[in-house]
């Protein structure tokens, strides 16, 4: 147990039975076990994203896509949703970069209460709200915002550090063929000119001609195969 238990809290997927490894712990009061069941929550995020990035031959055209993914879907803890234009994914992800991450305390205007807070991190983690009734309420108002802090601050570096606008990755994207963009696909041509060497861009212009016209239609083969 000793030598794995690190592990345990960092990878909690890799471990099915983490909560039965805690219970094994001796002299592991209920202070301790629901500080350990919020780390191995909040971890779990990050996490996931080690692991999607570790496996061996990543298709680097996912990349930007699964980070935006990740960015999104980490606003579900702390923002509140009355500032986010839910249309689209794409409109959820525009919403979150537009807003005031250069102003701190402007951008703590977006979050959710601490009412809201509470409601919706308690309903996706019921093995903490499990744990409240057996800790003071000053406890769980201190796990509370403890979890907040960190989500907040995560979000923020999310956003400091993940490479949005790097143009490679963006560009990548055409190349899963889910949407048809000449721009982006010469973009890509005069980057990589050891694969489309300047003097085969006509015949790469008149290519994209043919996959612009036939587009929808390997669009469709491809999402049915």
């Known amino acids: ?13 890799f471990y099915p039975n983490f909560e039965d490894s805690l219970l094994a712990i001796p002299d592991l009061n209920d202070e301790n076990f629901l500080y350990l069941q919020l780390l191995s929550a909040l971890l779990e995020k990050f996490s996931s994203l ?4 570790e496996e061996e031959n990543r298709d680097y055209t996912k990349i930007m896509p699964k980070l935006r993914e990740a960015f999104t879907l980490w606003r ?3 923002i509140d949703e009355s500032h986010i234009d839910n249309s689209s994914n794409l409109a959820k992800f525009n919403s979150l970069l ?16 601490d009412k809201k ?3 919706n991190f308690t309903q996706r983690y019921p093995e903490i709200e499990a744990c409240f ?40 994207e055409v190349i899963q063929l889910t949407e ?10 005069n980057q990589f000119k050891n694969i489309i060497p300047p003097h085969s861009l006509s015949q790469f212009q ?20």
Do not use: W
Request: charged share 30%; aromatic share 14%.
């Open 50 to 53: 080690i692991v999607y990035f």
């Open 133 to 172: 009734p057996k800790v003071s309420d000053s406890l769980k108002t201190q796990v509370l915002q403890v979890a907040k802090s960190f989500i907040f601050e995560g979000f923020i570096e999310m956003y400091k550090r993940i490479p949005f606008n790097n143009k490679i990755l963006n560009d990548c």
């Open 117 to 119: 807070f509470e409601a």
């Open 98 to 113: 537009n807003l005031p991450f250069a102003d701190k305390k402007k951008l703590e205007k977006h979050l959710k209460n």
């Open 180 to 189: 048809f963009d000449r721009e982006k696909f010469i973009s890509l041509a």
């Open 206 to 225: 008149n290519e994209l001609d043919i996959l612009d016209y036939n587009f929808e239609d390997i669009k469709n083969r491809k999402s049915n195969s």
């Open 1 to 13: 147990m000793q030598k794995t238990f690190g592990i345990e809290i960092f990878c909690p997927n």
């Open 76 to 78: 579900l803890l702390i």
